[in-house]
């Protein structure tokens, strides 16, 4: 049975802007502890930011959380704090860390045959790292425009490659980090890579969009299987992904009299829809919604919601890495 609604609940919902990732659990899962035994998580960019905190909150439920980060070293130090938190706490869940980059399509088919050697299911895929706002225009070790690749052609692949195991685990759900920065830019379908003109906004909106229109489209893909897709914007954090926007422009952007602006949540607040789409099985049947503040929102540009844009995307997508990933009939479990 659920727990108690969290405190000041906005009026029709549930959960509101400042609920956390604890509240959520709370009631989600009926009680203060537990909940998420023999469930395995994986997380990119786990080892820091907002998916650290995911891993914590999952990890001191009971669950197998498994962290993606660049640095394995650094992977595996957090990753083993996670653990000794959560065994602090009474739970049987642990952290382990693997190593993935998503700017490289070879770093991704890596990473994929090394989860693959151990064996373990995926109840929830969560793609949450990323970058944003580059000043200037970089590209990829395959040649995609930076955030495009490392947002969205990476976690497409990772998630594609993953997602005999996730379909074997269901009932599972694949989470797609978002943000409500989706709004600063569609899709740009005749300029993708931004070859004739960039701006770090515009890039980072169209990376954004494409992340909702992946989780709408492999939703319709996958439907029957058990297996759910969502996208979800967390809220405005202070973490690490605002690391390459100049200091003034944080400053400008983010901040008043030297206090993060009275939007800004904190990261305690920032993982509660990522608790959200894990857990709340009000979700069962939603798959391909886009959630905000733990709860379903519609809060997204026109393209945003436009089905034939996700299917050109997945098209787009396929033929820039040289695959052909199509899912729909390809598990036999359609109704």
Same mark, same amino acid.
């Given at each position: ?12 919902? =549930? ?26 998580? +994986? ?49 049987? #869940? ?16 890596? !990473? ?7 064996? +373990? ?34 976690? !497409?692949? +990772? ?24 709004? =600063? ?5 005749? &300029?993708?890579? $931004? ?18 229109? !992946?989780?709408? /489209? ?35 952007? $983010?901040? /008043?009299?030297?206090?993060?602006? $009275?939007? !800004? ?29 733990? #709860? ?9 919601? &436009? ?5 050109? +995307? ?8 040289? /695959? ?6 390809? $598990? #036999?479990?359609?109704?």
């Amino acid at each position: 049975m659920p727990g108690p609604a969290p405190d000041d609940a906005r009026v029709g919902g =549930r959960y509101h802007y400042r609920t956390t990732a604890e509240e959520v659990l709370n009631y989600e899962l009926g009680a203060p502890t537990g909940g998420l035994e023999g469930k395995v998580i +994986l997380i990119s960019g786990g080892n820091s930011g907002l998916g650290k905190e995911a891993a914590r909150v999952f990890a001191k439920r009971g669950a197998k959380v498994v962290i993606t980060a660049r640095n394995i070293t650094e992977g595996q130090e957090i990753a083993a704090q996670l653990s000794s938190e959560a065994q602090a706490a009474g739970s049987s #869940g642990s952290a382990i860390a693997m190593k993935l980059k998503l700017d490289c399509l070879n770093g991704v088919r890596e !990473f994929v045959k090394e989860y693959e050697a151990t064996g +373990l299911p995926i109840h929830y895929l969560i793609n949450n790292a990323g970058i944003m706002n580059l000043p200037q225009r970089e590209v990829t070790k395959d040649g995609f425009e930076k955030q495009f690749g490392v947002n969205h052609v990476g976690p !497409f692949l +990772l998630t594609n490659l993953l997602l005999p195991i996730v379909v074997k685990s269901a009932p599972a759900r694949i989470v797609v980090v978002s943000s409500i920065a989706h709004v =600063r830019g569609p899709v740009v379908f005749d &300029d993708i890579h $931004f070859e004739k003109s960039y701006e770090g906004w515009t890039a980072y909106g169209q990376s954004k969009t494409a992340n909702i229109l !992946f989780a709408m /489209e492999l939703n319709r893909q996958l439907k029957g299987t058990g297996v759910e897709a969502f996208s979800l914007h967390p809220g405005a954090i202070l973490t690490g992904l605002q690391r390459y926007m100049p200091e003034q422009e944080q400053r400008e952007l $983010f901040f /008043e009299e030297g206090q993060p602006k $009275f939007w !800004f949540k904190d990261i305690y607040e920032g993982t509660a829809t990522h608790a959200y789409a894990v857990t709340a099985k009000e979700l069962e049947g939603q798959g391909g919604a886009y959630l905000e503040d733990a #709860g379903v929102t519609e809060g997204r540009h026109e393209q945003a919601k &436009d089905a034939e844009a996700a299917k050109r +995307l997945w098209k787009v997508t396929n033929e820039l890495i040289k /695959e052909d990933f199509q899912w729909e009939g390809k $598990f #036999g479990k359609e109704a």
